[in-house]
């Protein structure tokens, strides 16, 4: 049943932003203004780094830094989250 629910989310390209500091809406602000990447740039260059479909991107302030973490789902099913700079693109870890 998962299985199937997750291939169902990740043929329809489902992404979320959820831009959370605190779940103030001040936060969130601060985080959009340091994001020179949208989100949906952000799942591209994700899915560069790991074939697959990217099915979450979450917009997180990581220190001194503001970065997405996107969650690619592999060719065989294992999710992979890789962590993007928000302000460049370049990747995290």
């Keep these: 049943m998962i299985k199937g629910t997750l291939a169902i989310v990740i043929g329809c390209g489902a992404l979320t932003l959820m831009a959370g500091c605190g779940g103030n809406e ?22 560069a780094q790991v074939p697959g479909r990217a099915v979450k991107v979450e917009l997180l302030n990581a220190g001194r830094h503001v970065v997405y973490e996107v969650e690619v789902i592999d060719t065989i099913n294992q999710p992979h989250k890789i962590a993007l700079d928000a302000e460049t693109g370049k990747l995290v870890r």
Aim: no cysteine; glycine share 10%; charged share 25%.
């Design 26 to 47: 001040e936060g969130k602000s601060y985080l959009l203004r340091h994001a020179g990447v949208t989100a949906a740039e952000a799942a591209r260059l994700a899915e």
